[in-house]
DNA sequence: GCTGCAGGGTCTTCCCGGCGT
DNA sequence: CACGCCGGGAAGACCCTGCAG
């Protein structure tokens, strides 16, 4: 008579009993395991759907040291990259049975990412994907060894996993269609200096001028967003002005954009520019935005493949972001093919 | 002696015995309970981070019941919108000691609903917050009984628990700031039917329209993307074209601004657009977006909140976006103030 | 071929026994 | 005697996995 005052979620045993089994035969069923008639299947199926019945997350991963749950790491997710991956992420880890906790840093200094790590071991993650491309939060990730599996996403790949798109050869590829325009004073908006992706595509910049024998020429810095790029674009002498800019990513090249219609300076007839990302807007800035397609949603995939094992590290094909020419690229002016600091009229 | 093969991750256990005391004070000292000596809290402390123990999460929860885990369903995470509020959500659960478990949904269909939610039940989550305000997702939660606290956002508040921006009133607002400039032809550029934000924004538009006894216009609808805003755009007959467009959302808005320019018809001087979102490359769209700001991060936080009990339900001074004029919205011109279906001329 | 018993995994909590000041 | 501190023991939370029957 033991009238249960609280009503205890029913058990393995409480579904045992009403379906006249032992509870390790319940236990097989919920399992899927062999040795069970359909007989008292069915029986058990009947009694776990009648008690409503869910096998108790804590005890099974107690006893199978399992937790199913993957932890991941990140910085801004509210911007389109970064949110992206983690839905591919999402995806791929949910289709192999896993779960994703999420913890977001409010900053890249070395206590907030120790922290955020150390908690999600302490929630008993199986695996950690770091979606933090900056320098000083690999950093700290290196140094930290947690005894499970860890994989940054475009890291640069120094340790541990790493999973990247080709972010150098691509930037390459945005300088080599500029180049194949005619331009010659070919000027660089980048990404804050501390974030790996930024370095990459700086990297792409300066190695493909080298290869066409150009000098390289004004490079700048945002911050991503499409406000420093405005201001980027705001900052320039005229005089110095190149015929065409590659921009770190698509927000930034908007607000370059704006600064550049503003200063009466045409795109692309006086000026061309191109992106890096291709959000879903770039097709409807004005103009229409060249820039670089990386394909998020796989890199995401591709995460949770590597961590789980099931591909070899650095597999075949690694993705690689691809060139969508609209219409803020365009062939240089024929007064202007010159590489000369020649003087360049033109009002504000 | 005994060589451990596997080196089983330490317990409670190991760190008593090396720091001489027994499981018990090990666990008081974990737990922050009192009646411990601070030399032995010391020493205990210091057996900890010899071993790096750290408390099984598993049977910790086993013990106590508690996970600390608090599960989020969302759709398209890679908006911006919905990636705000997750962001929000997290510092706020952060903060006060939860996790969180993200899923996201394929598509709003009842299975889908149902499996995403069961999952999470099974995992363990503490409650849930739905982050789908989708009339078909929200229906099919509201017939779920979970058991746990559930919290839908912008979900209309029918039933549970909810939390939401008024965007009914946002909407109206948007609509009185469009009259002020003297605009009576007021269309609405809408989000797709079976979304709750988009019925309350359209709600607000009805409502604003029949106050100032101005008949109801040119009504579209499109799916949130740019694209959809600009095939809109594309489509509406020139004859029938308003003076003013309230849209749905800030992408959308930047597809119709698109379309608009492509078809000679200038903004704000031929025809004024009002966008709702406030996204942070809003200012930096051609030209710079009015809008209505939403302040996602604190329904983020809000949610949290509510779901713990922090504060009472609907509390005090619900979450009102905010108007932002910058220059997509104008005085309607002179010769386009009657409210009639008089011939606009004007060429493609 | 199918089913059940016993043991184990880690932590919490309650009880109660001590010791020392 | 009281009170702060600590220990030993044991029950319990729920499930899994050999190994018997």
Same mark, same amino acid.
């Given at each position: 008579?033991a009238?249960a005052?609280? =009503?205890?979620? !029913? ?23 062999p ?5 008292t ?14 096998p108790?997350?804590?005890a ?8 199913h ?11 389109y %990259? =970064?949110?992206?991956v ?20 409010k ?15 302490d929630? %008993? ?16 990730l ?6 499970? !599996? ?5 890291g640069?790949?120094h ?13 390459a ?6 180049v194949?325009?005619g331009?010659?004073?070919?000027a ?22 080298a290869?066409?024998?150009? +000098? ?16 980027a674009?705001?900052g320039? +002498?005229?005089?110095?002005l190149?015929t ?22 045409e ?8 992106g ?9 800035? +004005?103009?229409s935005?060249?820039t670089l397609?990386q394909e ?18 650095g ?7 691809r060139?969508?020419?609209?219409a ?21």
């Open positions: 008579m009238a005052t609280t =009503p205890r979620s !029913p058990s393995l045993t409480d579904v045992a009993s009403l379906a006249g089994v032992s509870h390790q035969t319940v236990s097989r069923v919920v399992n899927r395991r040795n069970v008639s359909d007989a299947r069915r029986k058990v199926h009947a009694a776990i759907l009648e008690l409503d019945y869910r108790n997350a804590a099974r991963s107690l006893a199978t040291g399992r937790t749950s993957i932890g991941v790491l990140a910085g801004e997710l509210s911007q %990259g =970064p949110s992206s983690l839905m591919g992420v999402q995806d791929a880890a949910r289709r192999a049975g896993y779960f994703l906790t999420v913890v977001t840093l900053d890249y200094s070395a206590p907030t990412v120790d922290e955020a790590l150390s908690d999600l071991l929630h %008993g993650v199986e695996g950690v994907i770091a979606l933090t491309p900056h320098v000083s939060a690999l950093e700290v290196a140094t930290m060894q947690s005894g499970i !599996p860890m994989l940054t996403v475009g640069g790949g340790r541990g996993g790493d999973v990247a798109l080709d972010q150098e050869s691509a930037a590829s945005a300088v080599e269609h500029l194949s325009l331009h010659r004073r070919i660089h908006l980048a990404g804050p200096a501390d974030w790996v992706d930024a370095q990459r595509r700086l990297a792409g910049w300066r190695s493909a001028l290869r066409h024998g150009l +000098e390289e020429g004004l490079l700048l810095h945002g911050d991503w967003s499409a406000r420093s790029g405005y201001d674009g705001l320039v +002498e005229l005089g110095r190149p065409a800019f590659f921009v770190g990513n698509d927000q930034m090249a908007l607000g370059l954009l704006k600064a550049l219609r503003q200063r009466g300076c795109v692309p007839g006086r000026v061309s520019v191109i890096f990302d291709d959000v879903p807007e770039a097709e409807y800035y +004005e103009p935005l060249t397609r998020f949603h796989d890199l995401g995939r591709r995460c949770i493949d590597e961590l789980l094992g099931l591909q070899a590290l597999a075949a094909g690694s993705l690689q972001p060139l969508i020419v609209r803020s690229t365009g062939p240089v002016r024929a007064d202007d093919d010159g590489g000369g600091p020649e003087r360049v009229p033109m009002q504000g």
